[in-house]
């Protein structure tokens, strides 16, 4: 059996940096400081990961209305609304801002459009994270679209968008599939809608969705490990199915079936931006044979070393 592994896949680097800045954190504790530590949401849509920083004392609210004076609060990677950085300072809580760099730009780019009164389309899933932070740098002005037909309703719907002599500013959530911004676009070329164009697809999230492709054409099976709350392995999903008929999305080692796999010669593997390297190790190693199974181990150990 071939185990091929993508060119490009695991820990982005917007996510490592937000589990750098937790360990800090999580240190400072350790060291004495021990002010209650939280963070706003999943730190990165992994249960595993999540289940070993619960170990580590670091605790989850849904909502910044719920930190008191004196808590640390983490800001994920996706990001927060200007909001949240103003309640959090009104309440004397202290933040420690993981957004990622990507992110913040388009939160600039959008809180600069709407100080300058244009029009702001948020190409992206409107339930995600990253997408609601971005939409609150413009007041949650913002027209979210996700599908050619929700262009086509936007031109129906908001002509005036495209008439107002300044044209409208688009920027993408950063995990987003770029074939979907092409039609999109596709849709306000054929109807003469000018715009301002901020491609904020992350290279990190191109260069897995390219890799992942060209790999899953060349394969008898791809797998995609990634937790099924993340964006961006659900996306690798997708884009492996379309490539390779037999592709299955996996969390960890415990859901795939080895004998299954064992049927094919020729198997790929992905793995999505928020997915620790312990995990994509333990699947490959399962699957060489020759290699001892590693869930004895320490797991948080691992990814902190990785
Ligand atoms: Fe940042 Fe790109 Fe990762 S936006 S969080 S480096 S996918």
């Not at 490592?16 to 240190?27: C, K, P």
């Not at 990165?44 to 920083?53: E, K, M």
């Not at 715009?195 to 890799?211: F, G, H, K, V, W």
């Amino acid at each position: 059996m071939e185990i091929i592994r993508a060119d490009r896949s695991g820990f982005c680097f917007g996510v490592q940096r937000a589990i750098d800045l937790t360990m800090e954190q999580i240190e400072k504790n350790e060291k004495g400081e021990k002010r209650p530590l939280y963070t706003c949401g999943p730190l990165i849509h992994n249960r595993s990961v999540t289940g070993a920083l619960e170990e580590k004392g670091v605790g989850m609210i849904q909502n910044i209305e719920e930190a008191s004076e004196g808590d640390v609060v983490i800001i994920r990677s996706h990001g927060e609304p200007e909001s949240f950085y103003r309640t959090a300072a009104e309440k004397g809580v202290a933040l420690v801002d993981s957004t990622c760099v990507f992110v913040t730009k388009i939160h600039d780019i959008v809180h600069k459009a709407h100080a300058e009164e244009k029009g702001i389309i948020i190409v992206g899933n409107p339930e995600h994270q990253e997408v609601i932070a971005t939409n609150g740098w413009c007041d949650y002005r913002g027209y979210i679209l996700q599908s050619r037909e929700d262009a086509e309703a936007l031109i129906r719907n908001h002509p005036e968008l495209f008439q107002t002599g300044r044209k409208p500013v688009i920027v993408c959530q950063t995990t987003f599939k770029v074939e979907i911004l092409e039609e999109i676009l596709g849709v306000f070329k054929d109807k003469n809608c000018e715009y301002e164009l901020y491609n904020t697809i992350c290279s990190a999230t191109r260069e897995r969705q390219d890799a992942c492709r060209e790999l899953a054409k060349k394969v008898e099976l791809m797998v995609v490990i990634g937790d099924r709350h993340s964006s961006n392995s659900r996306k690798l999903f997708e884009i492996a199915k379309e490539n390779c008929k037999n592709s299955i999305l996996i969390q960890d080692i415990s859901d795939l079936q080895l004998k299954q796999a064992a049927k094919y010669n020729k198997i790929g593997i992905t793995a999505g931006a928020s997915t620790p390297e312990w995990i994509i190790k333990e699947v490959i190693a399962s699957m060489s044979e020759n290699v001892t199974n590693t869930t004895e181990k320490n797991p948080m150990l691992d990814f902190m070393d990785d």
